[in-house]
Every structure is written in structure tokens, then in C-alpha cells.
């Protein structure tokens, strides 16, 4: 911007994609660092804005094309998971936004939730990642209040995208009630050990805020 003849120099289109609620790449570059598929991801979940399928097709070809992803430091993680869980407004974006760029296979507890049916009389909605992906819609209506920010805000979110996460392994079918049923027997407890494993390991989350959302 040029304050003297009052006149904005946009390179890129920038302006109008602001104003079209548009996440856009601006050059080959973007590849370097593999962590701007997570900040990708964040910026998405905090501001509403699509994200646009030239970007999307960058980053799927990155995560194709290389294991960098996995040589990416916990701690630079940590930072990105944390500001999509605090600062999001659209949480359920989520698992589009995985399945779109295969960021999804990356996290193999998160991919499973889209395999694994529940019991239809309980869940009408379908699978577990569909289940997971409302709950998150409702939490967000929620968490608009004002007074819950922070690490309440974190804990809340991150519990609720980890909440059924042990489904996968504890599911099956069997006869109950005189039907054939789905049942997660012991998803529950299963899932605060997967949970604990996966936020410590994968995202390095510290005990502070493991503790809480792992009970």
C-alpha cells in the first residue's frame, strides 16, 4: 500500500479473494514446507473460507509424493492443532478437508472413523466420521460464547474429534434384544488410551491439556 497516492498494489489477486472467502497458494513455493498443509487446515477452520482446488491439488500431490510430512517436529505440529482447535469457528470442516488432500491418511485413527458403521436405530446419521463431523457442527455452536476460550476451548474440541475414536476396533456385530445389532463395547476407556497416545506422540500435546481430555 502506498499511503501517498492511496493506492493498494495486489500482486496476487488477494483482494478478491478475501472478499470471495478464498484460501489461495501464490507460488510454487507453498511445497517447502509441509507444514502449510496444517496451516491450511487451521486457516479454514477459523475463517470459513474455501479453500481453492488448485491449492487443494498442491497439497495432495506434496503428501503423494513424499513421507516430509512425518519429519515434521511435534512441537511445529503442536502449534498448528492448537490454533485450529482455539481460534476454529468451523471444526467440522475437518474431515473434508483430510479426505481432499489425503491428509487423512496421515492419521490413520482419525481415516478409520469413515469405516466403521454404527447401529442404524442409534445413529441414523451413518458412519462414525459422520457422527463425529455433527458433533463437532453442534459444539461450535456452543463454544460461541464468548466466556469459553483458551484451553477449555481446546479441550472441549479436541474430546469431541477424539471422543469415539477406539469405535473402530471395539465394533462389531452381534444379536441383542432379538436383532442383530452394532455394538463399541468398551470404546469408552479404549479411547482415552488411543487418545492419550495420539496426542502425545502425533501432536505433542502436554499433560496439561492430555489429562482432561483424555478423562
Not at 501464490?26 to 470459513?48: C, G, H, N, V
Not at 519429519?71 to 478437508?97: C, N, P, Q, T
Request: hydrophobic share 40%.
Amino acid at each position: 500500500y502506498d499511503p501517498i497516492t492511496d493506492h493498494l498494489y495486489d500482486y496476487y489477486g488477494g483482494v478478491e479473494d478475501l472478499k470471495n472467502k478464498i484460501i489461495r497458494h501464490t507460488s510454487d513455493k507453498f511445497s517447502e514446507d509441509y507444514l502449510r498443509i496444517l496451516r491450511a487446515m487451521q486457516f479454514q477452520a477459523r475463517f470459513d473460507f474455501e479453500i481453492h482446488p488448485d491449492t487443494i491439488d498442491v497439497m495432495r500431490v506434496m503428501l503423494q509424493n513424499s513421507d516430509e510430512f512425518f519429519e515434521l517436529s511435534v512441537e511445529r505440529v503442536y502449534v498448528e492443532w492448537k490454533k485450529w482447535a482455539e481460534k476454529g469457528i468451523r471444526h467440522d470442516r475437518i474431515f473434508k478437508f483430510m479426505r481432499d488432500t489425503g491428509l487423512i491418511d496421515c492419521y490413520p485413527e482419525l481415516k478409520a472413523l469413515k469405516e466403521t458403521p454404527q447401529d442404524a436405530i442409534y445413529h441414523p446419521e451413518g458412519d462414525v466420521e459422520i457422527h463425529t463431523q455433527l458433533c463437532l457442527a453442534h459444539l461450535d455452536k456452543i463454544i460461541s460464547d464468548p466466556a469459553i476460550i483458551g484451553n477449555e476451548k481446546i479441550v472441549l474440541v479436541i474430546a469431541t474429534l477424539l471422543h469415539d475414536v477406539a469405535k473402530p476396533p471395539t465394533t462389531k456385530e452381534e444379536m441383542k434384544n432379538g436383532r442383530m445389532t452394532i455394538t463399541s463395547n468398551g470404546h469408552e476407556a479404549m479411547g482415552g488410551v488411543m487418545a492419550r497416545k495420539f496426542l502425545s506422540e502425533r501432536l505433542g500435546f502436554s499433560d496439561e491439556l492430555i489429562f482432561p481430555i483424555c478423562n
